[in-house]
Structure formats: C-alpha cells, structure tokens
C-alpha cells in the first residue's frame, strides 16, 4: 500500500472510531486498562498527593546490558500529572555512561510507543529480544553515549499507557527531567539539558516544548528536536471512512489509550458490540505487532454496535485538546529544530508547517529542515546527524539558528 493511501487508511479508521464514540451520551461500559505490572516498584504509593511534579518517588538500579558497555541504567519512579490534573506515578530509565563529567550533558530522548500494556515500558523493553518490544532506536544511543551524554527515556503514555494521549506525554517528559536533575546520586543537577524524539516521540518532545513556560517554568532546557510530530489528530481524523484497512489496529489502540485518559469524554467501550470488545480486551496489554495484528484486515463496522452516529463535540475535544497545532495557550521558550519529509505519507505536513509558522511569529528560534525523502521513517533516520550537531551546539552555548 503507497505512503498516501497508509496515511488515509489510518484517517480513516480512526475518524470512524471518533464517530464511533458519538453515538452515546453516557458511557455504561467501562474502559479496560492495562493489567498493573507485577513489581510494584511501578505502583503508585499512598501518598503521591502530597508530592510535588517531578519529585523522586523511588529509584531502582538496573542490570547492565551488553549492547551499552560502560553504561549505568537507573530507574526512577517520580509524580506526574495525567491529563485531568490528577497526581499519578511515572517512570523513566535513565543510562549514565562511566566516561562522563559530573553535570554532563542530559538528553530526554522520548522513544516511540506503540503500546497499551505495561510491557511495553522502556524498561521492560531494554531488557527482551522480543521484536515486538525492542526499542528501535535503542542501537544509536551509543553515539551520544561515547560522547558522554546521559539519556534519559519517559514512560510518556503514563502508567495507564494512554495510547494516543499526546499532552499528557509532554507533562511526564517535563517531570522526567526534574526528577534526573533532582536526584543526586546521578550527578546531573546542573547539567545542561536537551530533548529530542520522532513520531510519537517528537509528539512528546514538542508538547513538551510548548507546555514547559506555563508546566514547568522551573527548568531551563536548551533545546529541543522534534521530527514527524502528528502535530493536528484531528486532520489525521478527517479522511473517514468504514473500510478494512491494515492498519486499523493502531488506531483502535489510540481509541482505547484516549478513554483510559478521558474515561467521561470519550466513551468508546459503550459502542462496541461483542467483537469489538473481545478485539479491545485481546489488545489491553499489547504492543506494536500484536496490536497491528489484532486489528488486521478489521474496521469500525467490525467493531461498532451500531452505525446510528452523529458528531459528539466532547469526544471532538479530546482530540482538539491533544492536537499541537490547535495548542495556543504557551510557545516553547527554548530553540526548536523540526525535521520531516515534505511528502510524509504518515503524517499531515500542513499541520507541521503551520505550527511551525506560529511559533517563528511568536518568537520562537526555530530552525525547520525538509528531509528530502518521501517516506515518514527513512525521514527520522537521515535527519538524525543534523539533529545529533543541533543538540551539540546548544550544549555547547552556540546561539541557535533559525530560518524562520
């Protein structure tokens, strides 16, 4: 299937799961979340309220892993906010090379996702030879490693992976960062900071950049690098559609992770009629492959227990109030570089271009580069060594560039 026809598909099938969620006014069936982690260092403790954003909750040294010699990897439990305002328990792992000066630089680096199960934590994934779970950037990480970097890795879809919920990614990313600087074992108070993702990493990445002045004006963070950023759900919802299509088990994913955030405002498990529910509860705790798999070959007249529907604005918020383009109420207040194929069959380029002249008008020094490629991940690959001299300079006090 071309780039431009996998890019509708997914339109497709998740604007009809939009409409699938509008047919009701009140949800009675409930959402499925995924089953909790077994080590309950994952748990949220007792008393998380009365915690600050960002504070240590608890930390974890993990083993060491062949395929990153020399390198410490630490796990750190910290509060968060989820997208109602709520106080919740996240993770990141933090890899800390041996060779590395104390407050050496810090890169938030936001992995790509694609889960609902707590399995798919970074974590858990560093750690399988599981295609399915394997962090696909993960061999690039010794690049900035052996240049005595430390990375940082958010769990940015929260303890309930709310797939698809991309606001509540930039809050965990932001609370990631200030709970690295703040504990002291890992040397990093001071240390220079950047942030950097593709895809639905980028997604994290760049609301982290817009929310930081308004969610976290405590930091100070030298740049960020976004690429392929779904900056507008909503245009990614406007090709609807009831057809099969391969990759409707995606975006049935982003479906379930939106109701596990927004359990009153998006009510998909009401309108599902029993395959539908036995299709979402097989997927509550997958990853990419299976959720791919799962949803093979299905549609939302598959899955719909009725095809009555009519526009539901408050199921419509959601995914406004998760869509960067649509985001005014704060710009970045650090240097931006965006990267993206111009001919992205993924993601709606507009909404990127439009972004990203929004923010120039603000005063954003942002530095825009058009991979040219015409696909979404060949983009992420050959954006990656202007990205890598991009964070190098802002470590390094270089003004940022702009082509504004």
């Known amino acids: 299937m071309g780039h431009i026809a996998f890019r509708r598909a997914v339109g497709a099938c998740a604007g009809g799961l939009l409409l699938l969620v509008a047919a009701s006014t009140s949800a009675v ?30 930390m974890r040294a993990l083993s060491p892993l062949m395929m990153f010699p020399d390198t410490d990897i630490t796990l750190i439990k910290f509060r968060s906010t989820n997208s109602e305002g709520k106080p919740i328990a996240a993770t990141t792992t933090v890899l800390t090379p041996h060779e590395r000066a104390v407050d050496g630089p810090l890169l938030s680096y936001q992995t790509i996702i694609n889960g609902l199960g707590t399995k798919c934590a970074v974590s858990r994934a560093l750690y399988t030879n599981d295609p399915n779970l394997m962090i696909r950037e993960a061999p690039a990480y010794n690049v900035v490693l052996r240049r005595g970097w430390s990375i940082a890795m958010p769990d940015h879809l929260g303890p309930e992976f709310a797939y698809g919920a991309a606001r509540l990614g930039g809050q965990i990313t932001l609370d990631g960062i200030r709970a690295v600087r703040s504990a002291k074992q890992l040397r990093l108070e001071h240390s220079p900071v950047t942030m950097a993702g593709y895809s639905g990493g980028g997604m994290a990445t760049a609301w982290a950049a817009a929310l930081a002045p308004v969610y976290a004006p405590d ?11 779904p900056m507008n759900m909503v245009k990614m919802l406007e090709g609807l559609g009831y057809g099969a299509h391969p990759v409707f088990g995606l975006a049935f994913a982003a479906g379930i992770g939106l109701e596990r955030e927004y359990p009153d405002r998006f009510p998909l498990s009401d309108q599902l ?62 240097p931006v570089y965006e990267w993206h194929s111009p001919i992205d ?21 942002l530095q825009s580069a058009a991979i040219p490629v015409p696909d979404h991940l ?18 390094q006090g270089i003004p940022a560039p702009t082509n504004c």
């Open 29 to 58: 069936a409930q959402p499925i979340y995924p089953t909790p982690d077994p080590d309950p260092f994952y748990a949220a403790p007792a008393d998380i309220a009365e915690h600050k954003p960002g504070d240590v909750l608890e």
């Open 219 to 229: 930091l100070t963070i030298a740049g960020a690098a976004a690429g392929g950023v």
């Open 273 to 334: 009629n029993d395959k539908g529910m036995a299709i979402r509860n097989e997927m509550a705790n997958s990853c990419t492959n299976d959720l791919l798999a799962d949803g093979a070959g299905r549609s939302v007249l598959d899955v719909a227990r009725t095809t009555s529907m009519t526009q539901d604005l408050s199921a419509r918020k959601v995914v406004e109030e998760n869509s960067l383009e649509l985001y005014t109420d704060s710009v970045p207040n650090m």
């Open 345 to 365: 069959g993924l993601v709606p380029v507009d909404a990127i271009l439009n972004t990203d002249h929004r923010w120039c008008a603000a005063g954003v020094k």
């Open 378 to 395: 060949t983009a992420a690959v050959l954006g990656l060594p202007a990205v890598l001299d991009w964070l190098t300079a802002r470590y």
